[in-house]
């Protein structure tokens, strides 16, 4: 018997977040079987044959997360380095002058990739939209990895700097845009549809303000051709926004709209700072009608926003106008569960309504909505046919008692060190809440000496010649 033939069945639950078609349901001391890489029974009573049975012991059973918006290569050394610090020049946007000094040199990246992304599996994350280099030894990472991944390389024509702290400086370089633009289709010939299927490549053309209308249009182009999905930082800063207003004489969305970057294929990474927001306020008409009108989708990463104080204003209100919405992480850590308590919780913080920015949402958000954006009905969910991305969560433990609803009690109160197991296409990847092969202790030595390294080169790429310790001061002093 192969592996394809195995089946397995996860008993022993205390609920499994099963899909009827249409939307989660709550099966009380439910049953997950599959067969190889794919789900043939979610619901209370399985009663075929089986290979393996797993015990969860009273676990709650769900699907994976779907990780919508991430930068693996470069978020680990931000760890301890960009909290707690922020521009206010640049409306406390961290992108102008503090994302420019933490690059590593090529050979350093691949550490931070492998630890990153061990680290995004470890806390849920089965499927990942990443957004970056996407070299070959990258993608070739992702796949031995086991993770179901949307590899981006990123193609601009233009690179952010300030040269004074208040000014940010665009030095365009639209060959070098074509160029990376065509590396990105090589990749996808080569690799989209690699590694048992779990590895598809997508199109990132990094920000609205780094980009030309022509170069837009031309990734509509090579989209429409490919199938690729595309991926954009749309009015994630004022600063952005601003820029564009005053090239273009219209918001972000209208500008992308005209050059054809809207659709079910597009998805907007953030767009949190839309005309009306309270750090925003140009009245600009129809702006996220025009998002939900033509069926775009939108990347949701709270976290890496309010920790330099800004929100969305609000998750519930983007959700009401029908606007499809996805969680990601962005930046360090990368914890996907972590990531729905901060979308309920600034949603319900802006409204000032408990009923706001629901546990059901936020959990709609990080499965069935991350999976729409990606345009599949394969993941996100548990239901016969679907791909066995599965998560077994602990809830014999203080976070998770009492269980009542096991929803709430998952988005309020667990923790990611609650998740036991995971499974991506049927392979178990984390087991005890360990990554299987992965020796972290290592892999996190080997990210602590990347991390020294880059502090050391901080002086040299800081505009003001700034130290570390000066850019970043220690919470408290330290004492040799």
Not at 117 to 129: C, D, Q, S
Not at 413 to 430: E, H, R, T, W, Y
Not at 436 to 462: F, P
Request: aromatic content about 8%.
């Amino acid at each position: 018997m192969t592996q394809t033939d195995r089946i397995t069945l996860i008993k022993n639950t205390s609920y499994v977040v099963a899909y009827d078609g249409t939307q989660h349901v709550l099966v009380k001391n439910g049953m997950v079987a599959f067969k190889g890489n794919e789900i043939i029974y979610a619901g209370k009573n399985y009663e075929g044959a089986c290979d393996t049975v797993i015990d969860a012991h009273d676990g709650l059973v769900t699907p994976g997360f779907v990780n919508v918006h991430s930068h693996i290569y470069g978020s680990p050394v931000e760890k301890g380095f960009l909290e707690d610090r922020a521009n206010p020049l640049f409306y406390m946007s961290g992108l102008y002058d503090y994302l420019q000094i933490r690059a590593l040199p090529p050979e350093e990246q691949p550490k931070l990739f492998r630890f990153a992304l061990a680290e995004m599996v470890k806390k849920g994350a089965t499927t990942v939209f990443d957004m970056g280099i996407a070299s070959e030894e990258m993608i070739d990472i992702v796949s031995k990895s086991g993770v179901r991944a949307y590899m981006a390389p990123a193609s601009v024509c233009a690179s952010w700097s300030t040269k004074n702290g208040h000014e940010v400086i665009y030095t365009w370089d639209e060959k070098r845009a074509y160029d990376r633009l065509e590396y990105a289709v090589r990749t996808f010939e080569k690799y989209d549809g690699t590694a048992d299927g779990r590895l598809k490549i997508a199109l990132y053309p990094g920000q609205v303000d780094t980009c030309t209308p022509e170069f837009f249009k031309e990734i509509r182009k090579t989209a429409d051709k490919t199938g690729m999905r595309i991926q954009v930082h749309a009015a994630q800063a004022i600063v952005e926004y601003q820029k564009i207003v005053e090239r273009h004489g219209k918001t972000p969305a209208a500008f992308l709209d005209s050059c054809g970057i809207t659709g079910p294929d597009v998805l907007y990474g953030h767009y949190i700072f839309p005309s009306g927001h309270s750090i925003n306020a140009l009245q600009l008409e129809g702006e996220l009608e025009l998002i939900a009108r033509t069926k775009t989708n939108i990347s949701h990463c709270p976290w890496v926003f309010v920790r330099r104080g800004l929100i969305m204003e609000s998750m519930d209100k983007y959700l009401k106008m029908g606007i499809n919405m996805g969680i990601g992480t962005d930046t360090t850590p990368q914890d996907t569960l972590a990531e729905l308590k901060w979308a309920a919780i600034c949603s319900k913080t802006h409204e000032k309504h408990a009923e706001k920015g629901t546990a059901a949402q936020v959990f709609n958000m990080a499965t069935l909505g991350g999976a729409k954006a990606l345009g599949r009905d394969d993941i996100g969910r548990l239901s016969k046919g679907a791909k066995a991305d599965i998560l077994i969560i602990d809830t014999n433990n203080v976070e998770m008692r009492p269980l009542r609803d096991p929803i709430k009690a998952l988005v309020y109160c667990g923790q990611s060190a609650n998740i036991n197991k995971v499974f991506v296409d049927g392979n178990l990847l984390v087991d005890g809440n360990k990554v299987v092969g992965v020796d972290e202790e290592a892999l996190g030595m080997e990210i602590q000496r990347a991390a020294e390294g880059m502090y050391s080169r901080v002086k040299d790429k800081d505009w003001a010649g700034r130290t570390h310790e000066e850019l970043s001061p220690m919470s408290f002093p330290v004492v040799e």
